[in-house]
């Protein structure tokens, strides 16, 4: 019987969440870690089986990745913009993978990590498929690097654009390629609600850091290791 209801089950829930979330839209409330927190209470509380949940929302989990394509309308209308800021944007996302790729391998072994949480960790800023055929090709945990994917993209889509205003960057390319670097498309889609161009720019960040991840990435890990 749960097979057939977590479906609209999860549809509900969501839309519930984002609807508390437009009345009260504190970080807190994201509607993404919301719907997390109620349907891991629905689910594991009753003691419900997980393999029916899964099976049953399959054809929202396929969604995921044809759902990415929506991202090529923004691009497609800041075209000319992006052309003019193209290699901008390339160094941009090639510092940002260098970065991740730094912060997990040398970074976090300092703080107590071992390799196999280090390469967990490292495609968490791309996004989710790409990200866990990194973290195979890295020898990591996919299994972890999936819920630092969701965690990195909740963080930017809460508190992203709000950092940046705190720090003082008001630039709304320089936003978009932050956010896109940083928090996938999750971050993304909270950058187009309220800026097309910031959203554009987020866009094609989003898709050159997953593309560099999954070329560099691996082959950073097989010269160092």
Known sequence: MFLYLSLPLTILVFFACRHLYKIKPWPILNPVLLSIIFL??????????????????YPLTALLEPAVV??????????????EKLNHILLACLL???TAFVSAFYIMPLFGADMLTSASFAPQSVTTPIAMEISKSLHGIV????A?????????SSIGLGFLTLVGVTNRQARGIAIG??????GTAKVLEVDSI???????????CAILSALLMPL?????Y
């Open 40 to 57: 891991v209470l629905i689910i594991y509380l009753p003691n419900l089986d997980y393999e029916q949940y899964k099976l049953g929302t």
């Open 70 to 83: 929506v991202l090529a309308l923004p691009l497609y209308r800041q075209l000319h913009m992006l052309r």
């Open 96 to 98: 940002s993978v260098i």
């Open 143 to 146: 299994s972890l690097t999936a």
């Open 148 to 156: 630092m994917v969701i965690f990195a993209g909740i963080i930017g």
């Open 181 to 186: 670097c940083a928090s996938h498309a999750l």
């Open 198 to 208: 910031a959203g554009a720019f987020s866009s094609v960040a989003l898709i050159l």
């Open 220 to 224: 950073f890990y097989s010269i160092i």
